[in-house]
Nanobody
Framework: QVQLVESGGGLVQAGGSLRLSCKASGIIFRFITMAWYRQAPGKQRESVASITSGGSTNYVDSVKGRFTISRDNAKNTIDLQMNSLKPEDTAVYYC?????????????WGQGTQVTVSS
């Protein structure tokens, strides 16, 4: 059974930084692409950053140059370093493997971690 546990969120002022972490279990972590997603109130969940098994990364335009995704295959973890945070980054952040094709139902996701950026 896949388990995803996100942590590291919090309340920060605009311009500040946070580092999120995700621990994954129940999947062959080192072979698959992992991603960070976020869901703001009243909006659909979106992918913000992904990292392949080989370490190649991809970012949505709105976070390029500010967010950095990384992974540790020995620990089955991915991190998201978020700098220069903006109020529009406020959301619940989740990790997942895109290859699982997660649907919008609770059993496909972890509990997420809340990030709130004040202006």
């Amino acid at each position: 059974q896949v388990q995803l546990v996100e942590s590291g969120g919090g309340l920060v002022q605009a311009g500040g930084s946070l580092r999120l972490s995700c621990k994954a279990s129940g999947i062959i972590f080192r072979f698959i692409t992992m991603a960070w997603y976020r869901q703001a109130p009243g909006k659909q969940r979106e992918s913000v950053a992904s990292i392949t098994s080989g370490g190649s990364t991809n970012y949505v335009d709105s976070v390029k140059g500010r967010f950095t995704i990384s992974r540790d295959n020995a620990k089955n973890t991915i991190d998201l370093q978020m700098n220069s945070l903006k109020p529009e980054d406020t959301a619940v952040y989740y990790c997942n493997a895109p290859s699982r094709r997660p649907r919008d139902r609770s059993e496909d996701w972890g509990q997420g971690t809340q990030v709130t950026v004040s202006s």
